[in-house]
């Protein structure tokens, strides 16, 4: 492990200096096992923050209170100690140039992770695809890579909708409460345009936004989902 | 418990099949219904873990890890893509 940052209360960016790494794509993940003294294992995985362009590896953690590794992750582990890794995993949830769009990239909470490596994988081609990301978080401060997603959007062609469910500040311009059909016929590219749809986040989130994508007319084939969650941790 | 999908079991089968999983097509013997490993239904998580058809609710496919060899029993899915498949 090389560097920990902080990106909110509850979430760091790890970035990995890897012997071995065959590159990976956009939207893959990788298995991180955690192994006790007494020899008991954990295993869990977590999406790739960063580009197949950016040099490092960087995986961005959600701490849960009940969990078995992540703790541990943004806790516990330090520059220079060794992780137990397997990847880059998954097939499906990816998407590349060559797929085109518009692509429509819906995050709920720590979802994000997934579609940020899109969106640098994005920035760093030749932007000819349309791209939007709708973006639920709690509150502000929970916003994971708020900076670097305002700046994506101010200087690429990027259009960023952040919604806040909970709290927000008085001041606040943008979106309020969760994502659902009549914020997705606001902000999302018309059914008419075929969009690629991408939604991430816990399955209560994926299962609305991806059932209002369909009742608005999008079809079913061009929407991929990736559900995650302490389920069974 | 709420699901997970295909995506979540995809180390584990990279590990047994030898290759990646997520996109290959299956059949559910219970109800025929032709589904993308990603979009399977995934109760609980590698050690073991129980994977069920999306459109019938019947159980496809059982993953356990015992002594850190990936065992997996699909019996109920017909798998119609060779595993590795890279795009969709």
């Known amino acids: 492990m090389a560097t920990l940052r902080d990106e909110t209360p509850l979430t760091k960016t790890i970035r990995l200096e890897l012997d071995d790494w065959s590159g990976h794509r956009a939207g893959q993940h990788v298995d991180i096992r955690l192994t006790a003294e007494d020899g008991y294992q954990a295993e869990r995985s977590y999406s790739i923050a960063s580009a197949p362009e950016d040099t490092q590896l960087a995986l961005t953690v959600e701490r849960l209170d009940d969990g078995e590794v992540s703790p541990y992750l943004t806790d516990e582990l330090r520059p220079g100690d060794d992780l137990e890794l397997r990847g880059p995993i998954g097939g499906y949830f990816v998407w590349e140039e060559p797929y085109g769009g518009p692509l429509l990239l819906v995050g709920g909470g720590s979802g994000v992770v997934p579609l940020r490596a899109m969106l640098r994988h994005w920035a760093a081609g030749p932007r000819d695809v349309p791209v939007r990301l709708i973006y639920s978080a709690r509150s502000l401060e929970e916003v994971i890579y708020r900076e670097e997603l305002t700046r994506l959007a101010e200087e690429t062609g990027l259009e960023f909708h952040l919604t806040l469910t909970r709290q927000w500040p008085d001041d606040w311009a943008g979106h309020r409460g969760r994502i659902d059909r009549a914020l997705l016929d606001q902000v999302a590219f018309p059914p008419a345009q075929r969009p690629l749809v991408y939604v991430c986040g816990p399955t209560a989130f994926v299962e609305t936004a991806a059932q209002a994508l369909v009742a608005s007319g999008h079809e079913a084939g061009r929407i991929r989902n990736e559900r995650f969650g302490p389920t069974g941790t | ?88």
């Open chain 2, 1 to 88: 418990m709420e699901p997970l999908d295909g995506n979540a079991i995809a180390g584990s089968l990279l590990e047994y099949f030898g290759d990646e999983m997520t996109l290959v097509r299956g059949t559910c013997r219970h109800c025929g219904a032709i589904a993308r490993i990603a979009e399977l239904r995934v109760y609980g998580r590698a050690p073991g873990s129980v994977v069920r058809c999306r459109t019938c609710g019947n159980v496809v496919m059982v993953l356990v890890t015992i002594r850190d060899e990936p065992r997996v029993d699909s019996r109920h899915l017909e798998l119609l893509d060779p595993p590795g498949q890279l795009t969709a």
